[in-house]
């Protein structure tokens, strides 16, 4: 298990995403500002889910509009790099489903759960045991899986549908999301906790 760790950090290094304690340092201030939002707890992903809190929804928004800018022009700069993945109706309509179905029950995602297992919630921990057990489970039996992800659509992006424009469409896209994440109304769901704090 440690020499798996330490294998996984090392590929991670020589990748050219940058130091292991860069990448470190990114992790513990993408934390920071999740704890700072309070995106983490079980009533903000409740609150988005009933329409009655949007922290969630104006953060998410917030994000995708200016990451989306700077990852593009960092990427186009030579400054970052990523890699499509093909585009199966199947599987991502399947994948949609248990993965709604799942942050329904558990109230996180991904980003969230791993820095509420740093608070120490069991229920969490649990829920990601299950996920790495599923990932398994997937990456043994994909072959089997693939037969019902449906037709290989290739890799699509946004951007290929506005060949000589790339630059511009970022751009207005970003631009576009960042001020929805703005003009959306601020609305936030207490719990009983929040209410104690209030006082």
Do not use: W
Not at 29 to 51: H, N, T
Not at 164 to 188: C, D, K, Q
């Amino acid at each position: 298990m440690i020499d798996a760790t330490l294998k996984m950090l090392e590929d991670a290094g020589s990748q050219g995403h940058g130091s292991i304690y860069l990448i470190f340092m990114i992790g513990i201030f993408f934390g920071g500002i999740i704890q700072y939002a309070r995106v983490d707890k079980f009533e903000k992903i409740a609150g988005f889910a009933m329409l009655e809190d949007t922290t969630v929804p104006k953060m998410l928004f917030l994000t995708v509009g200016l990451a989306s800018i700077g990852f593009y022009f960092m990427q186009e700069a030579g400054y970052a790099h990523f890699h499509l993945k093909p585009i199966m109706l199947g599987g991502l309509i399947i994948g949609g489903i248990i993965f709604g179905i799942s942050m329904a029950i558990l109230g996180k995602c991904p980003g969230t759960g791993p820095i509420s297992i740093a608070e120490g919630r069991i229920d969490v921990l649990i829920g990601a045991i299950g996920g790495i057990i599923g990932g398994a489970v997937f990456t043994v039996y994909y072959p089997a899986f693939k037969t019902i992800m449906g037709p290989d659509y290739g890799k699509i992006s946004m951007i290929s549908f506005f060949e000589g424009y790339e630059n511009e469409v970022v751009l207005l896209f970003g631009i576009a999301v960042t001020i929805v994440s703005i003009v959306i109304p601020h609305r936030e769901y207490l719990d009983k906790q929040d209410h104690e704090e209030t006082v």
